[in-house]
């Protein structure tokens, strides 16, 4: 009876890390998305239009301000606000590579669960 057990929690394991690798790939590719979408738009204007993370951190918060990255450390605080003013494609390339690198360890089931509660909490309450 263990075995079957443990063999349907691995499953749900590696359901769960496909979940969070795909979750990845699909923020990457949403960070080149956006790059080729200012690319279009300075091929037409002429102009580089800047897309910075804050954008995709209010739209993601609905601008609730206390979610607001405030750390009592500032050299975190430098860091929270140096990426959230960043170029809205590195920053989506760079969070789907680590949420890939989460995905293939046994910390992928957690984070899925956290990222869901942390979305429905944010948005049930706003």
């Known amino acids: 009876m263990n075995a079957i057990a443990t063999t349907s929690e691995d499953s749900i394991t590696r359901w769960m ?4 690798i795909t979750g990845g ?14 690319s279009v738009a300075w091929l037409q204007h002429g102009t580089w239009m800047p897309l910075e993370m804050n954008i995709a951190w209010d739209w993601v918060t609905r601008k609730n301000p206390s979610l607001r990255p405030d750390f009592p450390w500032l050299g975190a605080q430098k860091i929270a606000v140096w990426f959230l003013e960043g170029p809205m494609s590195g920053g ?13 360890t046994n910390l992928a ?6 990222a869901v ?4 909490v944010v948005h049930l309450t706003a």
């Open 109 to 114: 089931a957690y984070v899925l669960t956290v």
């Open 17 to 20: 890390r496909i979940c969070v």
């Open 117 to 120: 509660l942390w979305y429905v």
């Open 92 to 104: 989506f390339v760079i969070f789907g590579l680590l949420t890939i690198l989460v995905g293939r």
């Open 25 to 38: 790939l699909l923020t990457i590719v949403a960070g080149f998305g956006v790059l080729a979408y200012q």
